[in-house]
């Protein structure tokens, strides 16, 4: 069977198995994806989300050599932050895109920082959250508009 015939029957019978696999197996589209001014993009199932920095930012901080990570069942606000990145260049905020607690954290990131710049979308994942304000949502923006919000920083 092929993946695409796994993952149809996956979204018929489970969705949320689906997303999992996404994350841990693969890389989420960016198309797909929320962003905030901070670089910080959310994939959102519904109250779920799951977070991590954007190519750009990656490529902005250069090599990253250390990741602390958010505590797992804090709460926390829109923009709050929540944990940081430390590359050779930096010390960056990882802030929270939306409000919400955090459910899980990518212990990978801890013995291998450098996975962010390898593969942001995919394995270089750094947590996930339920989310207590759905609405906040919509304050995101999508790739078309953080594209164009990049083009003008540079």
């Known amino acids: ?3 695409k015939k796994i993952v149809s029957r996956l979204i018929d019978n489970n969705s949320k198995l689906t997303i999992k696999i996404i994350y841990e197996g693969g890389k989420m589209k960016p198309e797909d994806l929320k962003y905030t001014k901070n670089h910080i993009w959310a994939y959102v199932d519904g109250d779920t989300a799951v977070a991590g920095i954007t ?19 804090k709460e926390v606000k ?36 450098e996975t962010i710049n390898k593969d942001p979308y995919g394995e270089g994942w750094i947590f996930k959250m339920t989310i207590s304000n759905p ?16 083009e003008s920083q540079r």
Do not use: R
């Open 135 to 150: 609405d906040e949502v919509n304050s995101l923006m999508d790739l078309e508009s953080y594209n164009k919000f990049t």
């Open 55 to 73: 190519d750009y930012a990656q490529q902005e901080l250069g090599d990253i050599v250390f990741v602390e990570l958010p505590e797992v069942g």
């Open 1 to 3: 069977m092929t993946v």
């Open 78 to 113: 829109m923009d709050e932050a929540v944990g940081t990145i430390e590359s050779v260049k930096s010390v960056s905020d990882i802030e929270a895109p939306l409000t919400g607690k955090i459910t899980e954290v990518n212990k990978l990131l801890e013995d291998a920082p």
